[in-house]
Each structure stands twice: as C-alpha cells, then as structure tokens.
C-alpha cells in the first residue's frame, strides 16, 4: 500500500452523475435514478450528485437523504419531530387520513421544483489526486464522508468513494 494513489482508484468526473447548481430537486431525482456506475464491472450507484455552479465550480454534494428531507412540505417541516411522526403512527385509520396523505404528496410534488442548491451540502473537505489512499481513509473517516471529490490543480477530477477505498484495502492486505 506504499504507493497507492488517490488517483488509481478515483472514479472520473465524467463517468460520475453532476448536475447545475441551479437545477431541480426533480432533475436530481431522475438523475438519481437513471446513474449506474460499472466499476472494474460491478454496478454500483453513485452516492450523491455532485453540484457545480454556472463556472462549473464545484459547490456542493445532494445525496438521497438530501433530496427527501427537501420534499417535506413547509406545513410539516415547521412542525415538532414528535408530530410528524405521530402523523404516520400505523394504528392511525388510513382512511381517515387520506385527505391529509393527499396533502403531503400534493406538497411534496410542489417541492421538487426546489432548486438542488436548497439541499445540497457545501463541500468543504477534498483530497488531491496525488495523495495517498490513506490521507482519504482519514478524511472520511474524521468528516464521517462517503464520497470525497478529487482535485487536480484546483480542479475537479473525479471522486473516491469509501467503497473503493475499502475494496482496495481488502485487495492489498487480503489477498
């Protein structure tokens, strides 16, 4: 593992789903759902979107979790935890709830003309192509990161993810 490089195992920005800053959480949807990565043959999805500003600058990362916490109607994101969950107690009738249920969808249908820049996390922590495969075990593991982007001279080149990462390990010390 002496020399392995950020670089060998990296996934490249154009094989890696990206979307404008300025897009839709329904563009991000669809984007999500049609992006397979084929990695040295396996499929893998990607963990997030990567978001890029109108400079193609990159500015933040939209995973899934992003994109549903950006779906929740105003009317119940104001609300307690506590009170959003009883909303879905399964001892609730359903059918008594049907109109509120229709509701919630109508909402959420109304939320993904949101732009992605309302969910999305800024990225702070990058690792470049160069560094060693453990400079990008240590910045996931210290910023609890799935997904790292990779730069080259300031740019964006692609992006290592903890799956690679730990692909590679088990490869070098297991095998």
């Not at 669809?30 to 109108?54: A, N, T, Y």
């Not at 732009?115 to 800024?122: N, T, Y």
Request: no cysteine; net charge negative.
């Amino acid at each position: 593992m002496q020399g392995i490089r950020v670089s060998e195992i990296m996934i490249p920005l154009d094989k890696y789903p990206h979307i404008l800053l300025t897009s839709s959480l329904r563009e991000a949807m669809k984007l999500f759902e049609v992006s397979i990565l084929d990695i040295d043959g396996q499929k893998s999805l990607p963990r997030g979107i990567l978001v890029f500003d109108e400079e193609y600058r990159l500015v933040g990362i939209a995973g899934r979790r992003d994109i549903l916490r950006g779906l929740e109607p105003d009317f119940l994101a104001e609300k307690p935890l506590e009170f959003r969950m009883e909303l879905f107690n399964i001892e609730i009738d359903t059918d008594q709830h049907a109109p509120f249920y229709k509701r919630i969808m109508e909402a959420a249908l109304e939320q993904t003309r949101r732009s992605v820049k309302d969910v999305m996390r800024p990225v702070g922590i990058t690792v470049d192509y160069n560094d060693h495969i453990f400079k990008a075990i240590y910045l996931m593991n210290s910023h609890h990161m799935n997904l790292l982007p990779v730069l080259k001279d300031n740019e964006v080149i692609g992006v290592v993810r903890t799956v690679d990462v730990f692909h590679k390990v088990v490869d070098l010390l297991l095998k």
